[in-house]
């Protein structure tokens, strides 16, 4: 049984669906208790990091994500999730977040030019990966393949070594971490067609 | 760097896709959730349905149509076509798509941009714009007019303008249709998208007129839009979206090539 956690930013049924596509089982909750039974979890998330961070706390999911790591349960952040793992965020005028992992989170740039062209913010759309380093969940993926992006925001990791992949958009910043039991990515796999879906599938499988 | 999307749009009514010229005289070409997967299969980037369904009593065939295909296609899914409020947003993206689209709805009460926007994240909401070349004025400056009620209605008011309102009410992205072009297969209208993707920092997806995959190459380079909307080029076998990839990576145009 999988666990996808429920902190009421974005639509989490996507992420849902995908699993069910490789006949996963899986529960959506905002329950620590029902959570606690999952053998692994996915900390999906669009939105912004205050109120995310709001809704983590009122419901115990912020104690219950710190415990998980330390016990090393398989946790997978995307997009939002992978930002609130790290220590804090510059959106919302600075929000503290869970702290997993050492770093912050930082915003592009604006106005943002690159070669004299102008880059939107938010960074949407499908973008590559360079990949730093091997690691499981990541294993057969072709550096050619792309994944979907949508965000204003990307995190800075205190230790360079979490850095598994980076991503190009005016400047390079991480798009995939990893550190022991957690794998953290900026991109949507759940939206990033048949490469996304292997990741998701080989994290489903991944024993660290 | 991000790749430029080739967007693959059906037009959907009472569940069956659809495909009409200047907006009239529509066709049924096929079963929406197949196409979807074909085309989701083929390298499409997104997939965008648009429901011209007249009825409202039809619109749970709909909301149907989007819960099938969203078990099956793992890219960006939206759906556009008479979304009226904030329920009509929530119903779409509880059945499983990434993003909706509001036209006239949008100019008849911009509000609702704010209000979709709060409550979903910009990135869920597009405005879609139809748009048709005047005299310019001084009440249209651009030379170019926004129309609602899927073509059949001029507002009076300036493209670029609605554009720069729609981004500051919160909408994440900017479908411009030029009523001109569409079906006509002869091209984009390139000089207002331009205008609109300069004026704006928010993606623009450049819809209506594509029958040559040298279109796309033209709206996305010298119109620069972020994205090029494409319907009748793939939907009668004329060309594979693959195809067309091909063609806009051959002269230089970052797509995505492998999936």
Known sequence: ?208 | MLSKRIIVCLDVKDGKTTKGIKFKDNVEVGDPVEMAEKYYQEGADEIVFYDITASAEHRGIMIDVVRRTAERIFIPFSVGGGIKSVEDMRQVLLAGAEKVSVNTAAVLNPKLIYEGAKAFGSQCIVLGMDVKKVEPSSKIPSGYEVWIKGGRQPMGIDAVWWAKEAENLGAGEICLNSIDADGTKEGYELTITRMIAEAVNIPVIASGGAGHPEHLYQVLTEGKADAALIASMVHYGMYTVKEIKDYLAKKGVKVRTKW
Request: charged fraction near 25%.
């Open chain 1, 1 to 208: 049984m999988i666990g996808i956690v429920d902190y009421k930013a974005g639509n989490l049924t996507s992420v849902a669906r995908a699993l069910s596509f490789f006949g996963y089982r899986w529960i959506i909750s905002d329950d620590p208790e029902e959570l606690k039974k999952a053998e692994r979890i996915i900390f999906p998330g669009v939105g912004a990091a205050k109120s995310a961070m709001d809704s983590l706390k009122e419901t115990g999911l912020d104690e219950f994500l710190k415990e998980t790591f330390l016990k090393g349960t398989p946790i997978l952040g995307i997009c939002l999730g992978t930002q609130v793992i790290f220590e804090e965020s510059e959106e919302d005028g600075g929000t503290k977040t869970l702290g997993l992992l050492k770093g912050k989170v930082k915003r592009f740039p604006e106005p943002f030019l690159f070669k004299g062209e102008r880059l939107k913010v938010p960074h949407m759309g499908w973008n590559q990966v360079v990949w730093q380093k091997p690691h499981p969940v990541f294993q057969g993926l072709d550096p050619e393949y792309e994944y979907y992006f949508v965000h204003s925001y990307y995190v800075v990791p205190e230790e360079e070594e979490v850095i598994y992949g980076v991503t190009f958009h005016g400047i390079s910043f991480p798009s995939v971490v990893a550190y022991k039991n957690l794998v953290a990515l900026q991109f949507h796999p759940e939206k990033s067609g048949k490469p996304g879906l292997q990741i998701l599938d080989q994290f489903c499988r991944w024993n660290p």
